[in-house]
């Protein structure tokens, strides 16, 4: 998809990759309703976490967590995919064929089903995170009004189309892989 408003592919892959993995993120300026609009239909999901990464009283180690669908491997890479978090998609791919290389047999496919989990619970703080990412970069632009919403609908929302040709491709993959080498 190429984008209109020129912000999803703007920035090399290393910098979206570095936006991606950025933990500290100035939630000042950002609005919910500019987050709902760019989420999309389940932005409702994401709602209390919004209100917790938000918040400004004292948070536990664990207030950034979320759980999410996505703990099942290869799905985290597809949820990533839809939600047009592709730097997230590649970092999880690659590190779930690093563990299956350097652990082969079922130690790998414990490891590798581990550290889904463990990050599915991240994957919501992270895609907060992104988007917002993405708003200061519709700001620095300087859209307003429709044209603004319409960058907001483009930065976000579910694309599950390539959500799920991704989910069948990387099952299909693992299929033929496991069929291959057994």
Known sequence: MTSKFNLNFSESFAEQFKATLNAKVDWNGISWQDMETAIGQNAD???????????????????????????????????????????????????????????????????????????????????????????????????????????LREIGGLDQKSGWIAAGVLILAAVVVAVVFN
């Open 45 to 151: 999901k994401y709602r209390a976490l919004w209100d917790r990464v938000t918040s400004t009283e004292k948070k536990g180690v664990f207030a950034h967590f979320s759980p999410c669908w996505t703990g099942i491997p290869l799905m985290g890479v597809s949820w990533a995919v839809s939600r047009r978090m592709y730097p997230l998609a590649a970092m999880l791919l690659l590190a779930l064929l690093v563990l299956n290389l350097a652990f082969p047999g079922e130690s790998g496919a414990a490891r590798a089903l581990g550290v889904a989990i463990l990050v599915s619970f991240t994957h919501k703080n992270t895609y907060l995170r992104w988007i917002a990412h993405c708003i200061r970069r519709i700001d620095a632009q300087g859209l307003a009004g429709p044209e603004r919403d319409a960058a």
